[in-house]
């Protein structure tokens, strides 16, 4: 008899472990870019999921698949509308084809610099673009940051509007970047990441434009001459979750998620920030030429039409407001 009840405690703690496992709550995390140190999208998944142990210790399982694995952008998107996906850090653009509002994002040389970028993002314009994505069946939780936008190409280096003329670049699948580089007299290429460094490899296209860490990260020295740093767009990175998971967790789980999600951001920025310059010097000792933009303005007035194009689409009242906060 004493045998037995001194087994009762072994089965009472046997039972509260069987509970508490069950009570984990497992999270699938997917982006399209690799899973490299220095990747925007793969550190805004890390340091969310750091966030989460720090904010409530053992209560989330956190699966990472990177490159592609669940598939592009646009089917990610799908997956946290349907609920098959329950988080993705997705490129803004891509997202603006699913909520137009998103589009004023990647208005041409919007934002001056990535400091005048986080306040605009992280208040009311930010807060209102996030909401807009309840109806399409996605919790916005912050903006990351990819960083500043930049032309590489095979063709020639980009000082003045007119190098831009005639090269082939991939765009991404967007009306705003279509338009941006046809109002410059470049070949929009429109075309999915997945397919980009072939194309580029085997001359499908002349180039490209993303973020130097993207840059790096994607090993795009290897195949690309030419590094202008135009700084044409900021590239604002979505932390999404599909409404259907968020609606799952408990009260105190969803405001765990918002509060990571929230310090994800701020120290995902931090290191992009910190890495963007090292970054440029690695891809010039990797062979690129790279070279600087002497006069945006000259872009900047070729571009006008764009804005013009897109205001209504955004939403005028909220395409003013953000106007009015970066001039």
């Known amino acids: 008899m004493r045998h037995y009840k001194a087994l009762i405690p072994f089965a009472l703690a046997a039972s509260l472990l069987a509970t508490s496992a069950l009570a984990q709550t497992t999270l699938r995390v997917g982006w399209t870019t690799s899973d490299g140190e220095g990747d ?47 988080v993705a850090v997705i490129t803004n653009a891509v997202i603006a084809n699913v909520e137009p509002t998103f589009q004023l994002n990647d208005m041409p040389f919007l934002y001056a610099s990535e400091a005048q970028a986080h306040e605009v993002l992280d208040g009311e314009v930010g807060e209102t673009l ?22 590489l190409n095979n063709a020639k280096p980009v000082t003045a509007p007119a190098d831009v003329e005639g090269v082939k670049y991939r765009v991404m699948q967007n009306p705003v970047f279509i338009e941006m580089f046809q109002s410059l007299g470049g070949n929009a290429v429109p075309m999915a990441w997945g397919e980009v460094y072939t194309a580029v490899q085997q001359g499908t296209i002349d180039g490209l434009e993303i973020p130097v860490a993207v840059i790096k990260s994607n090993n795009y ?107």
């Open 40 to 86: 925007p999208y793969a550190i805004a998944a890390r340091e969310f999921a750091g966030a989460l142990e720090e904010l409530s210790p053992g209560a989330f399982e956190v699966e990472f698949f990177p490159n592609r694995q669940l598939g592009d952008e646009k089917e990610m998107l799908e997956g946290l509308a349907f609920g098959t996906l329950d």
């Open 130 to 151: 996030l909401r807009a994505l309840e109806d399409d069946g996605i919790v916005g939780l912050a903006f990351a940051e990819g960083g500043f936008r930049h032309m």
């Open 221 to 327: 020295a290897d195949v690309v001459e030419y590094l202008s740093l135009t700084r044409h767009t900021y590239s604002a990175l979505g932390l999404l979750m599909s409404q259907r998971t968020y609606q799952g967790l408990s009260e105190e789980e969803q405001a765990t998620v918002r509060e990571a999600a929230r310090i994800a951001a701020d120290r995902q920025r931090a290191k992009v920030g910190e890495d963007a310059a090292s970054i440029v010097e690695a891809l010039r000792a990797e062979g690129m030429t790279v070279n600087e933009v002497a006069d945006p303005a000259a872009f900047r007035e070729l571009v006008r039409p764009v804005y013009d194009r897109f205001r209504d689409e955004v939403g005028a009242e909220l395409f003013d407001k953000a106007l009015a906060a970066v001039e």
